[in-house]
């Protein structure tokens, strides 16, 4: 199926800074970096990830959903976006 990414290059800038902040992280345990710093650039990157998160899902229902529910069925849609925060 194809998806509408009407906000793709807000992700993907979003995505590129959250993986030099991760560069950054592993750089950081690499050099022994004091433990509450390494945990400040974490939670930064948990928050960034969780925005960029919210973008994708606000598209999802906004386009795929809506597609969805006429093509398939409320029990499917349901289904599928109950097990992407189901999962460990």
């Known amino acids: ?10 992700v993907l ?19 022994d970096s004091y433990c509450v710093d390494v945990l ?7 928050s960034a990830l969780k925005k960029t998160q919210d973008i994708i899902l606000t598209n999802h229902m906004e386009t795929c959903v809506m597609a969805s529910l006429k093509e398939e069925g409320k029990e499917k849609v349901i289904s599928e976006l109950v097990s992407i925060y189901n999962t460990k």
């Open 1 to 10: 199926m194809n998806h509408v990414h009407k906000n793709k290059e807000d």
């Open 13 to 31: 800038k979003r995505l590129k800074i959250i993986e030099g902040h991760l560069k950054k992280i592993i750089s950081m345990v690499e050099s």
């Open 40 to 46: 400040q650039q974490s939670s930064a990157v948990r």
